[in-house]
């Protein structure tokens, strides 16, 4: 059979930059999954505090091969 | 680490409201989920029998924070 | 031949609820096709008078099986 | 000169209801705001807490015309 | 209580065509995943070697009822 | 007075491809519609029986020349 | 019952400017419709000869007020 | 600190042509605000009125420097 | 083997109107392609100075047949 | 320095299937780009004549890699 | 009466990143309004002399709740 | 005659930041085009080994003056 991709969807956070929030999300979901491909970006947000970005938070879709 | 969540994405239905339909779907989530912090509408769709809305349907994207 | 669906576009609209709204556009479209099948909202409007919401107008596709 | 209309975007919230939500948020413009004409609603989310839905958010776009 | 579906999203590939990256998504869905009900695509999208197509890849969201 | 196009919107459907459906579709528009000139798809979707793809739906917009 | 408007959608043509695309566009559908309210443009497009704008083709959904 | 741009969304109207819609809505922008820099059109839509164009309404983004 | 058609992306300017930014843009595309067969408007944009209307910016997709 | 890799915009056509329509517009790409990695589907349409789809038009974005 | 927040839209600059674009917009929003609750990213585009990347801009909607 | 602007694409990476990925890109863009003007981010992926972003990849259009 033709290989089979699943996409999961996180937001991983960060106080430092959009790359670290990526960085994060991806490194959270390889705990437990294994086969990570590829990631996709699909909103950037995040929260305010004290008229200050206090964290950004970047929503990701991540691809891996299913065995 | 810094915070990370997973999104997941449903659809509820309901013979009555938009709202219940949302409700409803998050309800279900939260039987075997926890830490449901938000969610949001993707698509809203429903079933028509008799030329009468029978069930609408809400689909949700909702994020909880992972451990 | 494989079944072919049509869909028709419709704004339906109520003073009172979004779940109103279509319901009374897809009754009003039941008066005069048969075999209406599903709706899907496309946007949801409405109408402003002295500061309060006077109408939501609710825009739904509706499909119909074609004999 | 032609008419000219001026677009503000609120989040109106409401425990009940979308079109709760959506009237809460066009009646608080409208302590401040006058002429308000039309609503078109551009996000659907919510908070959950303990499993539930708490509220729900709906955002618009708002226009009025401008004198 | 009312109906609820959760949606899962794939990836299937082919050499062949769009609808056989299609078959083989859902094929494979349907080894672990019991009562799947709808399909949707979401992007279509290929890898290219020595100037030919070499597979098709098709990104699907995938409905099934949960129990 | 200039050329004007009126534009109808089906789902055609095939148990077969994607390419079916719409071959489907147009060919049922052209049964009761003349001068049918481009199509345009909007949506592909189906549905998925006992863990496989029953039939594939794809939406259409398709332009006509009125006389 | 509350107010129910239907949407068409057409592709009106000019060789001389968007807007003239729109008005023709608008005036065949009244020459066989009653009750036309509005429209929103959905698509700009045209046709090229020699280099040159050959014509405007302006798609419109307008919707008229069903009785 | 690095410049900053607010951006304000108008709705112009003309009952002659798009062009003329944007120059006056951007006109009556300029009225009050200083700076403004640029305009990105975000929706084209008008008002039928005997079955032709009553008139076009516009609406825009508009960017200009906060100082 | 079949017709391919290439899309070249352009923002055609004019101080007038939006047709004749089109017109310029596709003019200018002209000069050096050959065989222009369509466009489709992707942007509408512009540049104000002193609070009026500078210049109009249409960003176009334009296809063309390759040999 | 890090790797670029430029996108091209090209419609495919076939008269047999989207994914004839793919593959031929992908090799004539082939025919004077190297190092073609990727597409993506962006829009599907096509021509019909006596009521029947004469072809299948596939537009696709391809990738490859800069030197 | 429930809680309404009112949306802003800005464009933040840096020379730096886009996180520091973002920081930038929202720091300068925090000078004249009170009670700043989150962002969305909504375009990253940015100017280019000789040949290089002279600054980001991040345009921002910046919501916060109305007393 | 007026200004004429093209726009090409291109998917620039870096494995430090988005900002580097740009900033690569339009680089590499300015070895072969002169008179760059402009860049817009139109996606943001990136790919995965071992559990952990190896490198990002942004893509952008980026805009430049005929002469």
Request: zero cysteines.
């Given at each position: 059979?033709?290989?089979?991709?699943?996409?999961?969807?996180?937001?991983?956070?960060?106080?430092?930059?959009l790359?670290?929030?990526?960085?994060?999300?991806?490194?959270?979901?390889?705990?437990?999954?294994?086969?990570?491909?590829?990631?996709?970006?699909?909103?950037?947000?995040?929260?305010i505090?004290?008229?200050?970005?206090?964290?950004?938070?970047?929503?990701?879709?991540?691809?891996?091969?299913?065995?």
């Amino acid at each position: 059979m033709a290989d089979t991709y699943k996409i999961t969807e996180l937001t991983g956070t960060s106080t430092e930059s959009l790359a670290d929030a990526i960085r994060s999300g991806v490194a959270k979901a390889g705990e437990t999954l294994h086969g990570l491909d590829w990631f996709e970006v699909t909103d950037i947000r995040g929260h305010i505090e004290n008229g200050q970005v206090e964290h950004f938070q970047v929503s990701l879709k991540i691809g891996f091969k299913l065995d």
